[in-house]
């Protein structure tokens, strides 16, 4: 694992004597659907501490954190605040009861300034005047020494200014009670580690800290009680300093006594299936990386570094500069000329639902969206076989709903993954690029989705885009770490000490 | 030369008018991240409401109230089915200028080649002496005058109250309003009824200024070439002037010579300003500018639990 | 305190709800409508259903008034299913029935059985072009096509106007604006006795074509794919720029055989009193039949039957013809607002405190 680059400056500190909870859940209920999100929730704040709330993608962390926010309606059950019952119908009311949250995807508007973005809503007169909006704001960055120019427009900013933005805003608010959603999956070790600082900071003066995270080693680190939530309902409390190993913590995270970890036995490498050199442009620099069959190939970074266009120009949804990319021995252009539907180049990308299926489709048609060639009989389709195919394809992978007529959407993340996976490695492809193939999926489907890429390399060579950095070490043969458009180097997993390499090279830290 | 110039100018600056208003109309909704394509239908309501004050009680002023109001309410009618009930923004608004010439056309029968009351061209004090500028700008009516006005407050609107920065964050990405305590929801029905009200100005300018009669079809598709030249705008108010006087320019030329008698049949002339508003799209596209259109444009907000 | 919450299975049969709840609503309204002017509103709106399914005669009436319908929208419904905003079927029909006019005047005396599919050919190159336009500057310049193909709507029009009173004018029309009246060799001739021409006819085998193609071939798969976004297309490998290309010449070419059939088979000649709004009146028969080619062919008749009697009314009453781009309009509106209740649906709120 990589080291954070933080220790807390005292142990976990005490509840003094007396002390009530700022705020308090009580029985808090939340159902999206027949999907029920938060069960019975009851959870208390102190002020002047770091809770941390731990669990998996999906266990209701977010959700629970956007009814205190205001932003949902709780079915059922209770907020209080300083002992008192309170309603929130909109965020407004929140904001004013104090509470201040950054979300998980920053809410900020691209196309304005920091200095409107922090005050929107709390401009305090009819009336505005942008240049003093910014004195405003620039003041208060100089006062908590946070180094920002308020004139400057979101869109123009890295992800880690991004957050300092949303952390003005809770500034600027007082807010008493903050909540942060998985904070530093954006950030570089380094940026984390200064967040944390300033977390802590906070919390001397007073602030009550709310900290969302499925990553063990952050919330052993910081906070000064944990609560453990799985499948909408807290498993438990506990104090971080009475846990005696992480193994211990995970496995009452996820509900199994495993901390997930694969075999990886190593596979005879084959032909070069993806060659790039010394590609530059589309915001990369100067980058050189194969893959060869029989090798998982790890690209991780910090997100917004240049794995989006990296993929997209080795996928084929924009066009490199000639010369550069080379996939299965062909030039780009030539390959994407002729590239056939199997035996070829398969991309399972991020966004499941918006690019890699058909949202409003049934499986059948969502089989087809990239094997329809080999469905082709002239003009016509054979949409018997599809259908067919569909069917042995849903038994194999075990995708529910079982039936072939259920429609995209209406499938869990996972399933809906191991869909594209089913449809992906139907056809035998011979290079594939698996991008955050496990982002927000269960343990389970996590670990199916893990098996079936070391199996593919078999076949055929993968780069897996990813930001979690224990994906890369455990599925990876070499980890290509990328920072502002650059390869800063490839590491081999097989060394020792490459874990803690990884990090100061995704800060752009070359020594 | 100046004989055929400054009358010509004059008079591009009185057709570009109705232009001017529903061309702020539709960009102070699509700043909200509302496309209506009802402009069209709109404005001929408001044209006919705008008449039909003016015809019975005899006061333009209640007439140009009145055509605001229908098309606010018409605004209304598409933030209802848009906001609200999350329809689909292209096609309401479709419906919406079917709805709206099928109504003007049904509803201004008895009033056909009638005249009401209207606003009067009246020399603007001091400033008309101006000469040139004066004899183009400074010799139309009071709704002239206040469309130089409009731009400013518009600009003046979103850079420098509170409120339209909070229009704006709703266009651009509703939930950051919502993070931030605004009701999205609210200002986008503002930004569309605030809208409708301006889009209603211009066409109530149709029947009240433009001409003092009552014909059918009096909005002739202006309404088609605001919704385009907000994009040509930029989403800009003053851009948006230079856009709409380039209209009326053309109208205004395209009338004089067929005034003047030339030997190009008039359908031919009449096309002028429909293939114009082709042309100001592809040099609009051309200079690729397409990030100044509002983030969230023509997607709903999905409601949160 | 009611709460909206999410459906988890489409309704079945909410569309078909939806559709008759807009229908009766706007007919209510309508009919508000025409008692505030001063009729009685129970009577015409017994004339509306006397002159739309009343009579034999009614309904021939409707069904002739439906073929064009239902063309126009096939090719507005394909474009609308890419996500192809084509508001231009109006322009493509009058481009089409230019088309088709002129090879109806250029070559008067060629027998019906070259003249025809020559007039069909014309009018598909004529309605496809015009709307070939816009999707390729839409595609290379990224100009909005809604504004675009609009616009082309006025130019056709104006363009038509020329023809008619200056170009193809008829020296023998006494100063009206028309052409010459088409050789027998140019018009569709009826089917049997009835009033009915075989223009039906090739819309059945146009609406079935349609119907396969999307459903059974690899192009209509690709064209179904699409409809969900361009980066999907993009993702899958589907040349996602040819076939906009593709469906809006398709869009227009459709349009274009409207506008040749309704030319040849009911006027005979080209005059400006061809232009009655198919064109948008198709915008909202497609939206009100989903898209769906089968579902077009109802919904076609349906608002050709609205059409139908709404100028029944209009004699009757002397209630402008208007009255029907208002009940489209509103149907329009009603189901849109409806088509919440298709994804979302209303429930109390458990609890509460």
């Given at each position: 694992?990589?080291?954070?680059?933080?220790?807390?400056?005292?142990?976990?500190?005490?509840?003094?004597?007396?002390?009530?909870?700022?705020?308090?859940?009580?029985?808090?209920?939340?159902?999206?659907?027949?999907?029920?999100?938060?069960?019975?929730?009851?959870?208390?704040?102190?002020?002047?501490?770091?809770?941390?709330?731990?669990?998996?993608?999906?266990?209701?962390?977010?959700?629970?954190?956007?009814?205190?926010?205001?932003?949902?309606?709780?079915?059922?059950?209770?907020?209080?605040?300083?002992?008192?019952?309170?309603?929130?119908?909109?965020?407004?009311?929140?904001?004013?009861?104090?509470?201040?949250?950054?979300?998980?995807?920053?809410?900020?508007?691209?196309?304005?300034?920091?200095?409107?973005?922090?005050?929107?809503?709390?401009?305090?007169?009819?009336?505005?005047?942008?240049?003093?909006?910014?004195?405003?704001?620039?003041?208060?960055?100089?006062?908590?020494?946070?180094?920002?120019?308020?004139?400057?427009?979101?869109?123009?900013?890295?992800?880690?200014?991004?957050?300092?933005?949303?952390?003005?805003?809770?500034?600027?608010?007082?807010?008493?009670?903050?909540?942060?959603?998985?904070?530093?999956?954006?950030?570089?070790?380094?940026?984390?580690?200064?967040?944390?600082?300033?977390?802590?900071?906070?919390?001397?003066?007073?602030?009550?800290?709310?900290?969302?995270?499925?990553?063990?080693?952050?919330?052993?680190?910081?906070?000064?009680?944990?609560?453990?939530?799985?499948?909408?309902?807290?498993?438990?409390?506990?104090?971080?300093?009475?846990?005696?190993?992480?193994?211990?913590?995970?496995?009452?995270?996820?509900?199994?006594?495993?901390?997930?970890?694969?075999?990886?036995?190593?596979?005879?490498?084959?032909?070069?299936?993806?060659?790039?050199?010394?590609?530059?442009?589309?915001?990369?620099?100067?980058?050189?990386?194969?893959?060869?069959?029989?090798?998982?190939?790890?690209?991780?970074?910090?997100?917004?570094?240049?794995?989006?266009?990296?993929?997209?120009?080795?996928?084929?949804?924009?066009?490199?500069?000639?010369?550069?990319?080379?996939?299965?021995?062909?030039?780009?252009?030539?390959?994407?000329?002729?590239?056939?539907?199997?035996?070829?180049?398969?991309?399972?990308?991020?966004?499941?639902?918006?690019?890699?299926?058909l949202?409003?489709q049934n499986?059948v048609d969502?089989?087809l969206l990239?094997?329809r060639k080999?469905f082709a009989k002239g003009l016509w389709l054979d949409k018997k076989?599809a259908?067919?195919?569909?069917?042995?394809?849903?038994?194999?992978?075990?995708?529910?709903?079982?039936?072939?007529?259920?429609?995209?959407?209406?499938?869990?993340?996972?399933?809906?993954?191991?869909?594209?996976?089913?449809?992906?490695?139907?056809?035998?492809?011979?290079?594939?690029?698996?991008?955050?193939?496990?982002?927000?999926?269960?343990?389970?489907?996590?670990?199916?989705?893990?098996?079936?890429?070391?199996?593919?390399?078999?076949?055929?060579?993968?780069?897996?885009?990813?930001?979690?950095?224990?994906?890369?070490?455990?599925?990876?043969?070499?980890?290509?770490?990328?920072?502002?458009?650059?390869?800063?180097?490839?590491?081999?997993?097989?060394?020792?000490?490459?874990?803690?390499?990884?990090?100061?090279?995704?800060?752009?830290?070359?020594? | 030369?100046?004989?055929?110039?400054?009358?010509?100018?004059?008079?591009?600056?009185?057709?570009?008018?109705?232009?001017?208003?529903?061309?702020?109309?539709?960009?102070?909704?699509?700043?909200?991240?509302?496309?209506?394509?009802?402009?069209?239908?709109?404005?001929?309501?408001?044209?006919?409401?705008?008449?039909?004050?003016?015809?019975?009680?005899?006061?333009?002023?209640?007439?140009?109230?009145?055509?605001?109001?229908?098309?606010?309410?018409?605004?209304?009618?598409?933030?209802?089915?848009?906001?609200?009930?999350?329809?689909?923004?292209?096609?309401?608004?479709?419906?919406?200028?079917?709805?709206?010439?099928?109504?003007?056309?049904?509803?201004?029968?008895?009033?056909?080649?009638?005249?009401?009351?209207?606003?009067?061209?009246?020399?603007?004090?001091?400033?008309?002496?101006?000469?040139?500028?004066?004899?183009?700008?400074?010799?139309?009516?009071?709704?002239?005058?206040?469309?130089?006005?409009?731009?400013?407050?518009?600009?003046?609107?979103?850079?420098?109250?509170?409120?339209?920065?909070?229009?704006?964050?709703?266009?651009?990405?509703?939930?950051?309003?919502?993070?931030?305590?605004?009701?999205?929801?609210?200002?986008?029905?503002?930004?569309?009824?605030?809208?409708?009200?301006?889009?209603?100005?211009?066409?109530?300018?149709?029947?009240?200024?433009?001409?003092?009669?009552?014909?059918?079809?009096?909005?002739?598709?202006?309404?088609?070439?605001?919704?385009?030249?907000?994009?040509?705008?930029?989403?800009?108010?003053?851009?948006?002037?230079?856009?709409?006087?380039?209209?009326?320019?053309?109208?205004?030329?395209?009338?004089?010579?067929?005034?003047?008698?030339?030997?190009?049949?008039?359908?031919?002339?009449?096309?002028?300003?429909?293939?114009?508003?082709?042309?100001?799209?592809?040099?609009?596209?051309?200079?690729?500018?397409?990030?100044?259109?509002?983030?969230?444009?023509?997607?709903?907000?999905?409601?949160?639990? | 305190?009611?709460?909206?919450?999410?459906?988890?299975?489409?309704?079945?049969?909410?569309?078909?709800?939806?559709?008759?709840?807009?229908?009766?609503?706007?007919?209510?309204?309508?009919?508000?409508?025409?008692?505030?002017?001063?009729?009685?509103?129970?009577?015409?709106?017994?004339?509306?259903?006397?002159?739309?399914?009343?009579?034999?005669?009614?309904?021939?009436?409707?069904?002739?008034?439906?073929?064009?319908?239902f063309l126009c929208s096939l090719g507005v419904a394909v474009a609308f299913r890419m996500q192809i905003?084509n508001?231009?079927a109006?322009?493509?029909?009058?481009?089409?029935?230019?088309?088709?006019?002129?090879?109806?005047?250029?070559?008067?005396?060629?027998?019906?059985?070259?003249?025809?599919?020559?007039?069909f050919i014309?009018?598909f190159?004529?309605g496809g072009?015009?709307a070939f336009?816009?999707a390729?500057?839409?595609?290379?310049?990224?100009?909005?096509?809604?504004?675009?193909?609009?616009?082309?709507?006025?130019?056709?029009?104006?363009?038509?106007?020329?023809?008619?009173?200056?170009?193809?004018?008829?020296?023998?029309?006494?100063?009206?604006?028309?052409?010459?009246?088409?050789?027998?060799?140019?018009?569709?001739?009826?089917?049997?006795?009835?009033?009915?021409?075989?223009?039906?006819f090739f819309c059945v085998v146009v609406g079935f074509g349609l119907w396969g193609f999307m459903r059974f071939t690899r192009l209509g798969f690709e064209l179904k794919a699409s409809g969900e976004?361009?980066?999907?297309a993009?993702?899958a490998?589907i040349r996602y720029?040819m076939l906009v290309l593709f469906v809006m010449t398709l869009s227009g070419g459709f349009a274009g055989w409207a506008?040749?059939?309704?030319?040849?088979?009911?006027?005979?000649?080209?005059?400006?009193?061809?232009?009655?709004?198919?064109?948008?009146?198709a915008?909202?028969?497609a939206?009100?039949a989903r898209l769906e080619p089968l579902n077009i062919a109802?919904?076609s008749?349906?608002?050709?039957?609205?059409?139908?009697?709404?100028?029944?009314?209009?004699?009757?009453?002397?209630?402008?013809?208007?009255?029907?781009?208002?009940?489209?309009?509103?149907?329009?509106?009603?189901?849109?607002?409806?088509?919440?209740?298709?994804?979302?649906?209303?429930?109390?709120?458990?609890?509460?405190?």
């Open positions: 694992m990589t080291e954070l680059h933080f220790t807390r400056p005292v142990p976990v500190r005490a509840v003094p004597e007396g002390t009530r909870p700022v705020v308090s859940l009580k029985g808090i209920t939340k159902r999206f659907g027949k999907v029920l999100a938060n069960d019975s929730i009851s959870l208390d704040v102190y002020p002047g501490r770091i809770k941390a709330l731990l669990g998996e993608n999906g266990a209701g962390k977010s959700t629970m954190m956007s009814m205190l926010a205001g932003r949902y309606k709780p079915d059922e059950g209770t907020i209080e605040i300083d002992g008192q019952s309170v309603r929130f119908t909109s965020s407004k009311d929140a904001i004013a009861a104090g509470i201040g949250m950054v979300y998980q995807n920053f809410m900020l508007v691209d196309s304005m300034t920091v200095a409107e973005n922090v005050l929107l809503g709390q401009e305090g007169s009819l009336f505005i005047n942008p240049a003093e909006m910014e004195k405003r704001v620039g003041e208060l960055a100089r006062r908590y020494s946070l180094d920002i120019d308020p004139g400057a427009r979101i869109a123009d900013l890295s992800m880690g200014e991004r957050q300092l933005v949303e952390i003005l805003k809770l500034l600027y608010r007082e807010s008493r009670i903050l909540i942060f959603d998985e904070p530093t999956a954006v950030l570089t070790p380094e940026e984390t580690g200064n967040l944390f600082k300033a977390l802590w900071n906070m919390t001397e003066q007073g602030k009550s800290i709310i900290f969302i995270s499925h990553k063990l080693e952050e919330v052993i680190a910081l906070a000064d009680e944990i609560a453990i939530l799985r499948r909408g309902r807290i498993e438990g409390e506990l104090d971080p300093s009475l846990i005696e190993s992480k193994a211990e913590l995970a496995s009452r995270m996820v509900g199994k006594e495993v901390l997930l970890e694969v075999n990886r036995e190593p596979v005879e490498t084959g032909r070069t299936v993806l060659e790039i050199k010394s590609l530059t442009g589309l915001g990369l620099v100067d980058v050189d990386l194969t893959v060869k069959r029989g090798e998982i190939v790890a690209l991780v970074g910090v997100a917004g570094n240049g794995q989006k266009p990296l993929v997209e120009a080795v996928t084929g949804l924009t066009r490199p500069p000639v010369d550069t990319v080379f996939i299965m021995g062909h030039p780009w252009r030539k390959f994407f000329a002729e590239s056939t539907w199997n035996r070829s180049m398969c991309y399972i990308p991020e966004d499941r639902l918006g690019l890699a299926t949202r409003n499986l969502n089989l990239t094997t080999g076989r259908a067919r195919d569909t069917r042995e394809l849903i038994e194999k992978f075990d995708i529910r709903p079982g039936r072939i007529h259920a429609l995209a959407w209406q499938l869990s993340g996972g399933n809906l993954q191991k869909t594209v996976l089913a449809r992906e490695l139907y056809r035998q492809p011979r290079f594939i690029v698996a991008e955050q193939p496990t982002q927000g999926l269960d343990v389970s489907a996590t670990e199916e989705v893990w098996n079936r890429l070391l199996e593919a390399r078999s076949m055929a060579g993968v780069l897996l885009v990813t930001g979690d950095l224990n994906e890369a070490l455990q599925l990876a043969d070499r980890i290509a770490v990328i920072y502002r458009g650059q390869i800063l180097g490839v590491l081999d997993t097989a060394d020792a000490d490459t874990p803690s390499k990884i990090g100061p090279l995704m800060a752009g830290v070359i020594d | 030369m100046w004989d055929f110039l400054i009358p010509l100018f004059a008079a591009t600056v009185q057709s570009g008018t109705p232009v001017l208003y529903a061309t702020l109309g539709e960009m102070m909704t699509e700043k909200g991240g509302v496309l209506n394509l009802g402009v069209e239908g709109m404005m001929s309501i408001a044209a006919l409401a705008a008449f039909w004050t003016s015809f019975t009680t005899g006061s333009p002023w209640l007439g140009f109230m009145a055509g605001g109001i229908a098309g606010m309410v018409f605004g209304g009618l598409h933030a209802f089915v848009c906001v609200t009930c999350l329809g689909n923004q292209v096609v309401s608004g479709l419906a919406l200028t079917i709805f709206g010439v099928g109504l003007t056309h049904f509803l201004g029968v008895p009033y056909v080649g009638l005249a009401a009351p209207g606003f009067n061209p009246f020399d603007f004090p001091v400033l008309s002496q101006i000469p040139v500028l004066g004899e183009i700008f400074f010799k139309h009516d009071m709704l002239v005058y206040f469309s130089f006005v409009l731009p400013v407050l518009f600009w003046f609107f979103f850079r420098r109250t509170s409120f339209g920065l909070h229009v704006a964050a709703t266009g651009e990405m509703p939930a950051a309003a919502a993070a931030a305590g605004l009701k999205p929801v609210v200002l986008r029905y503002f930004a569309v009824l605030a809208g409708g009200f301006m889009i209603g100005l211009g066409g109530a300018y149709l029947s009240l200024a433009y001409t003092h009669l009552w014909t059918n079809g009096l909005s002739g598709g202006r309404g088609w070439i605001a919704v385009a030249l907000v994009i040509f705008a930029f989403w800009r108010p003053g851009r948006a002037v230079a856009g709409a006087y380039l209209f009326g320019g053309v109208m205004a030329f395209q009338l004089r010579l067929q005034a003047v008698g030339t030997n190009l049949p008039s359908s031919l002339l009449l096309m002028l300003p429909y293939l114009l508003t082709i042309l100001v799209l592809i040099l609009s596209a051309w200079r690729g500018r397409r990030i100044d259109a509002p983030a969230a444009l023509g997607t709903n907000i999905e409601p949160e639990g | 305190m009611l709460k909206i919450r999410k459906r988890d299975e489409p309704w079945k049969w909410g569309a078909l709800v939806v559709f008759l709840g807009a229908l009766l609503f706007s007919l209510l309204v309508g009919g508000l409508i025409l008692a505030g002017h001063g009729k009685d509103a129970l009577h015409a709106l017994d004339l509306l259903w006397q002159g739309s399914f009343g009579n034999a005669w009614a309904l021939e009436g409707a069904l002739l008034k439906a073929i064009p319908l905003w508001i231009g109006e322009g493509q029909f009058a481009l089409g029935a230019i088309g088709a006019t002129w090879m109806a005047l250029t070559f008067p005396d060629l027998p019906r059985y070259v003249l025809l599919p020559l007039m014309m009018a190159v004529f072009v015009w336009i816009p390729l500057l839409k595609l290379k310049l990224r100009v909005n096509e809604i504004i675009s193909t609009l616009m082309l709507n006025y130019i056709a029009i104006l363009l038509l106007d020329f023809l008619v009173f200056d170009a193809w004018k008829d020296p023998a029309s006494f100063g009206f604006p028309m052409t010459p009246e088409f050789t027998p060799g140019a018009v569709i001739p009826s089917i049997g006795n009835s009033g009915i021409h075989w223009g039906l976004g361009a980066r999907v993009k993702y490998k720029g506008g040749c059939i309704e030319t040849s088979a009911v006027l005979g000649r080209l005059q400006g009193s061809l232009m009655v709004g198919y064109g948008y009146t915008i909202v028969v939206w009100l109802f919904a008749f349906l608002l050709a039957a609205l059409r139908v009697g709404v100028e029944n009314m209009q004699l009757e009453l002397q209630i402008p013809a208007a009255f029907g781009s208002i009940l489209e309009g509103m149907i329009l509106l009603t189901v849109l607002a409806g088509q919440f209740f298709l994804t979302y649906t209303l429930e109390r709120r458990q609890g509460g405190e």
